[in-house]
């Protein structure tokens, strides 16, 4: 009987690296997306619902106490609740939500935010402690918890989040202490302290004494999942708005202007949105894609720089609210600070975001010349004290202003269509234009030089 023929030789340990890196997969933590796509989980919407109900409290609380130290309390809570689910982000940038452990640290968070929400109405009195000791728990547990499962991998990347948790941890007393403390200004203080203290912690990357800073690539995320979930809490800040819309429309008592305060709030509402998604979003979520370096575009256009276009998406829900329940009132200091403040904070922080995901050296011109009007638009409310829907309806001409310009820059460009057509105001804003550029780069060459 012949021999039967020897089988192919193999290269020693394929097979063995292959299982062992089939069974460190199954085993990780990680979503291992290597700085690719990363999907939105079902789980990470449904947390967060919570903070639905958080951006609702940060509302009525701002409502209910419109003085100075008031919309401090409220800027400090709003802070805490922004940074709670914005550091949440980044880890479920890297941890996996399909992990059931993943799953079980996501709900204990969403218990601990729900407390944390509950306890805003009362955060500065007999909520304090159950705000602060939410609070730290949320952030400390979350990084030790992310440190870990990166760490267990043996990647070392767990370091990165072991700083994070130093900082967290050098900030909780503070927030314990101004609970602890019983007298508001006091607490006020020492949470602005702590606030300060954590907010500060990413710009000098997360530098500890003996663990040293964290590195670019230490922050490697997936640009898609960022972006995604900066976008969802826009939609859950505007989504909040227009509850508050419509709950203080069906509660209010027939009067004259009521429809059309509905109208004007949900206008402004809808042209927020527009402003946002129309540009901002898209290329925001272009640019941190393809990137080299997406985390620090994470850091800056997305962690700090949604920081004002999501509280003046909130101060303008106050506006609302008060447009709602009085169309009729004249124009007075409170409600006008409200309507220009949140005006100011969503589109100053617009333009520091397009600004950003543009790669371009200047703020956008239809946002700057919409903040410039705010100032004859604030001296027309002081001065002449119209009806608050009047203010606020101008205020909703102001952001479709922005948008057409906008819409039409970026669709054919307003200056290239009054070029064609041989208008002086072309050719003026052209030789301007020329006139800037050679500026820029007689500066630059001058530097360089």
């Known amino acids: 009987m012949a021999d039967s023929p020897a089988a192919p030789p193999q290269r020693p340990g394929i097979g063995a690296a292959i299982a062992a890196a089939e069974a460190k997969q199954r085993r990780s933590l990680l979503r291992n997306h290597g700085g690719g796509h990363a999907p939105v989980t079902n789980l990470e919407l449904f947390f967060d619902l919570v903070f639905v109900f958080a951006i609702t409290q940060l509302s009525h609380y701002m409502l209910g106490g419109l003085t100075l130290i008031g919309v401090a309390e409220t800027f400090v809570l709003f802070g805490a609740v922004w940074w709670a689910w914005m550091w949440t982000t980044w880890a479920t940038n890297w941890i996996d939500p399909d992990r059931a452990e993943v799953r079980l640290l996501l709900g204990a968070l969403m218990l601990l935010s729900l407390s944390m929400s509950a306890a805003i109405p009362y955060a500065f009195g007999p909520g304090a402690m159950l705000f602060a000791g939410s609070y730290v728990a949320i952030q400390v547990g979350r990084c030790i918890f992310t440190a870990w499962a990166m760490e267990r991998e043996g990647s070392g990347r767990g370091l990165n989040m ?21 007298d508001q200004p006091l607490q006020l203080a020492f949470w602005l302290a702590a606030l300060g203290l954590e907010y500060l912690a990413p710009m000098v990357f997360l530098w500890v004494p003996g663990l040293g800073r964290s590195g670019l690539g230490d922050w490697q995320i997936s640009g898609s999942h960022m972006a995604e979930r900066c976008s969802l809490f826009i939609i ?39 402003l946002y998604f129309d540009m901002g979003a898209r290329r925001g979520a272009r640019h941190i894609q393809n990137h080299n370096l997406p985390g620090l575009v994470g850091r800056q256009a997305f ?26 009132e004249p124009l007075h200091g409170d409600m006008m600070a409200v309507m220009l403040g949140g005006t100011a904070l969503f589109i100053a922080g617009l333009a520091g975001f397009k600004r950003i995901s543009s790669g371009n050296p200047w703020f956008p011109a239809s946002h700057m010349y919409g903040l410039y009007a705010l100032v004859p638009l604030g001296l027309w409310g002081w001065f002449a004290h119209p009806r608050g829907l009047a203010f606020y309806a101008a205020i909703a001409i102001l952001f479709g202003a922005i948008a057409v310009w906008e819409w039409g820059s970026f669709h054919g460009g307003w200056m290239e269509r009054m070029e064609r057509r041989n208008w002086w105001l072309g050719r003026m804003l052209r030789r301007e234009l020329n006139r800037r550029r050679e500026r820029r780069l007689a500066k630059e060459a001058a530097k360089n030089g």
């Open 162 to 182: 072991l700083r994070a948790t130093c900082w967290f941890a050098a900030a909780a007393p503070l927030w314990i202490f101004g609970a602890l403390t019983g």
């Open 236 to 274: 859950i800040a505007l989504g909040e708005g227009l509850v508050i819309t419509g709950a203080t429309y069906s509660a209010a008592a027939p009067q004259p202007w009521l429809d059309q305060a509905l109208v004007v709030c949900f206008v402004g509402s809808f042209l927020m949105w527009w």
């Open 303 to 328: 962690t700090y720089w949604h920081i004002p276009i999501v509280a003046g998406i909130v101060v303008l829900a106050v506006a609302d609210e008060m447009v709602l329940a009085h169309p009729q």
